[in-house]
């Protein structure tokens, strides 16, 4: 919000919310705060979300430096629309090899 010089009630309305459901998300001590909420939020502000299982790669014996985990997004078709479902797989720990 800085970086953009937004304030809440702009970000709000960006993200089509209220302020106070934004000064939910925006409380450290909300537990209730949802991945989709944060994902409306990242893309207010042009930014996206990406989640690292890093206990993964370092129980693998590598660093967030040198490996990265993989997910699979799985696209279901219902009809005649697709929709995107958010679900993470688990796939695996990738390292680069020269």
Sequence with gaps: ???QKLNKTQLA???KTSRSALERLLDPDNPSVTLLTLERAARA???NIRIELAHIIKKMGFTRKTAQTGAVTRI???GSTLSLI???FLDGVYTATP
């Design 1 to 3: 919000m800085k970086a």
């Design 13 to 15: 309305r960006r993200m």
């Design 76 to 78: 279901q078709r219902f």
């Design 86 to 88: 958010h679900m993470l």
């Design 45 to 47: 502000l042009g930014k």
